[in-house]
């Protein structure tokens, strides 16, 4: 079996890409299971993440 050019570029390719992803997709995992909501105060949750009022 005879390793094509292309085929290394793309392999490198979907490593870059999963380099990238890889910390939006466990910022969407541990929004999802909801381990970021048990650090936030009760009646905080109208703002999200923004800072407060002054």
Do not use: C, Y
Request: aromatic residues 6%; without cysteine.
């Amino acid at each position: 079996m005879k390793i094509e050019r292309r085929e290394i570029v793309a392999a490198g390719g979907l490593a870059a890409f999963a380099a990238g992803f890889s910390q939006t997709l466990g910022r969407m995992v541990s929004n999802f299971t909801g381990t970021e909501e048990a650090r936030i105060a009760p009646g905080r949750h109208i703002h999200g993440r923004s800072a407060e009022p002054e």
